[in-house]
């Protein structure tokens, strides 16, 4: 193992060849325990009949509207009566351009090892589409998920099934939303809550019940996180509110049938903003209470429309001093906003760092900010992959990405006598496994 002085050097020195090979080879035996997923359940995925455009959709295709394919026509590639060929000349100018983001490199990966197809292009559409059927059948996670990717379990955000269902122990456990009873909308959503919980939801003592009553049917299907995603819908600054204002705010609520318009209140003026900031208080004091730990999303919004600055971590601040009991986990490494999130992760105990969707979001920005954050707080504070993929094939090439970057950090981190080449592997270890497991331990 090398060492250098820690003192000859404080910036970035390129690891020598041999170094990040031994650390390649060390880093890829680890298993990893995903802090974050939207996979579907096996069954689901076989019954669904995935092809080519099936794993381009999630997340690829999102770089191939932003180098200008027509939203409109990239709904419209995954029909199976255009034929598969007209279907790739239409997509493929602009998977060129994008086929080296990191969305780009995650869909070559898991092409190229599982799929064996060097590259997609108009000769190999169909190989990959009949390869990509032929491993749709029971096994298909076993193989990917465990056996390739070495992946323990990951946490389960399945937000499609409306109510919870306990998932294949196997692979997940589970995290749910109580973002519905934060933000119901309208009269409606109240009659819903009314029928799935049992609950008399005619006052905000109503409503809190029904979201006390949500959070136990959850846990008793297995639920041991809880999970937010505001931030596509409003800022995630969450004031204090009276009982008083936010008792006012349901009031109003519980007489609207229609809700808020679209494309005013949705973003920016919330009219109901007192309630909502009220629940989400009431939903950390029911985390608290259940010692259950909260994963918020921070950073930009998938796909191609959205307000990223409400997603800045820095809002959160009130929060995280509020409920010092509570353990937060920030998705994403709040990207754009790294240094916030680094901030956060070092100045409070109860705030983790997750690189969830980070790594293939960006590489090299993922990358960087590793570097930084091993600087500023402690490794166990850092959450160094989540797949955050709703296809096997895609969760197991953003490992190969995520272990690709946490060696070549760390093989820097050597280089600078910043650490041994055995404390590399250690932090690895914790980064890819032990702090999520920690955060999200699996009965067994």
């Not at 819908?233 to 969450?238: D, G, L, P």
């Not at 209470?289 to 820095?314: D, K, Y």
């Not at 992959?385 to 760390?410: P, Q, S």
């Amino acid at each position: 193992m090398r060492r250098r002085s820690f003192l000859s050097s404080t910036l970035a020195v390129p690891a020598s060849a041999a170094l990040l090979s031994s650390l390649r080879d060390e880093i890829g035996k680890l298993d990893i325990v995903s802090s974050h997923e939207h996979l579907l359940w096996e069954d689901e995925r076989i019954s669904a009949k995935a092809g080519l455009f099936t794993l381009i959709s999630h997340y690829l295709l999102n770089d191939a509207v932003s180098a200008g394919l027509p939203p409109a026509t990239a709904k419209t590639l995954e029909d199976p009566k255009i034929p598969l060929r007209e279907r790739w000349a239409i997509f493929e100018p602009y998977y060129r351009a994008a086929r080296f983001t990191g969305y780009g490199q995650a869909f070559r990966i898991a092409m190229k090892d599982i799929y064996g197809i060097a590259e997609v292009n108009a000769s190999t559409v169909e190989k990959a589409e009949a390869e990509i059927r032929l491993m749709n059948k029971p096994g298909l996670y076993e193989e990917v998920l465990h056996r390739r990717a070495k992946i323990l379990y990951g946490v389960l955000d399945d937000y499609w099934h409306g109510d919870p269902m306990r998932p294949d122990a196997r692979f997940f456990v589970l995290a749910r939303k109580l973002d519905w009873f934060i933000t119901p909308g309208n009269a409606a959503a109240l009659k819903s809550m009314e029928k799935v919980t049992g609950v008399a939801v005619t006052s905000l003592a109503g409503l809190k019940a029904a979201m006390e009553k949500r959070l136990e049917q959850s846990i008793a299907q297995g639920m041991i996180a809880v999970k937010s995603t505001l931030a596509y819908s409003r800022e995630i600054r969450f004031n204090e509110v009276s009982e008083g204002d936010a008792e006012r705010d349901f009031e109003a609520l519980a007489k609207n049938a229609r809700g808020a318009p679209a494309g005013t209140a949705r973003f920016t003026e919330r009219p109901y903003r007192n309630l909502e900031d009220h629940m989400f208080h009431h939903a950390m004091r029911l985390a608290e209470a259940r010692g259950l730990p909260v994963q918020i999303h921070t950073g930009t919004p998938a796909g191609n429309s959205g307000w990223v600055e409400n997603t800045r971590p820095m809002h959160l601040q009130n929060v995280f001093n509020l409920y010092p009991k509570v353990t937060f986990d920030l998705f994403h490494i709040g990207y754009p906003y790294v240094h916030e999130v680094t901030v956060l992760g070092k100045m409070f105990p109860n705030v983790h760092v997750d690189f969830c969707w980070a790594h293939v979001l960006s590489p090299a920005t993922a990358r960087r900010a590793l570097s930084e954050m091993l600087d500023a707080m402690p490794y166990t504070k850092i959450l160094g992959f989540g797949g955050d993929y709703r296809y096997v094939e895609l969760t197991y090439a953003h490992a190969v990405m995520a272990r690709e970057n946490i060696a070549r950090v760390l093989a820097e981190k050597v280089e600078q006598g910043w650490c041994t080449e055995a404390d590399a592997v250690e932090i690895a270890k914790a980064l890819l496994a032990g702090n999520a497991a920690r955060l999200f331990p699996r009965k067994g």
